[in-house]
């Protein structure tokens, strides 16, 4: 395993570990604060640190490899979109009521774990496949939380359960486009690169 291999690695564990713990942290504000939107990001960062685990164990794997690691990132985003899409549905059906504080807090705190998540991404030099849909995650789930931040004060100053629902399909469809870009990579790499046997 080279030098950079080992960086990968390195970065790949801690980002994983921080995206697991919003997960948990992002889950039970979402349940406690009835939030769509908290939900949709916390169910997010849960496959975003499933996708981190399989790029983690890509690293120093043939291209081949690689190419499939990221083909299952990309529709592991698209399946949580649809998942996402269909709790909005349900909350629009049913109703809730979401607090906007607490987004506006759990949102803050999730965006300054994912700029980090991403600044330390973005320090690994490479073309790798696998770490470029990482870089997507977190750029993804930045943003985000940015929408989750505006969906909170609006909660809170018009009183009304919309906004949470309206970035809740935001948030949908950012990881949708994610899934279709990393697919997209892969399927560009692909291209690239002969087909190679891949590490047993």
Request: proline share 2%; glycine share 8%.
């Amino acid at each position: 395993m080279t030098a950079q291999d080992r960086q990968q690695r390195k970065t790949l564990l801690v980002v994983l570990i921080l995206n697991g713990l919003l997960f948990a942290a992002l889950g039970v504000g979402g349940l406690v604060a009835d939030s769509s939107a908290l939900m949709a990001n916390a169910v997010d960062n849960g496959s975003d640190a499933a996708v981190y685990l399989i790029s983690f164990l890509a690293v120093g794997r043939a291209a081949a490899w690689k190419r499939r690691a990221a083909r299952i990132s990309g529709i592991m985003l698209l399946i949580f979109a649809v998942g996402v899409l269909l709790d909005v549905g349900r909350r629009w059906i049913y109703g809730a009521e979401p607090v906007g504080w607490t987004m506006m807090a759990l949102a803050l705190v999730a965006a300054a774990v994912n700029l980090a998540c991403l600044l330390l991404l973005r320090r690994v030099q490479s073309q790798d496949v696998n770490m470029r849909a990482a870089e997507t995650f977190s750029l993804n789930d930045f943003a985000s939380n940015g929408g989750i931040l505006v969906a909170g004060a609006l909660v809170m100053w018009l009183g009304r359960s919309w906004p949470d629902l309206i970035v809740g399909i935001a948030v949908a469809m950012i990881a949708a486009k994610g899934g279709v870009e990393i697919l997209r990579d892969a399927a560009k790499a692909a291209r690239q690169t002969p087909e190679e046997p891949s590490d047993a």
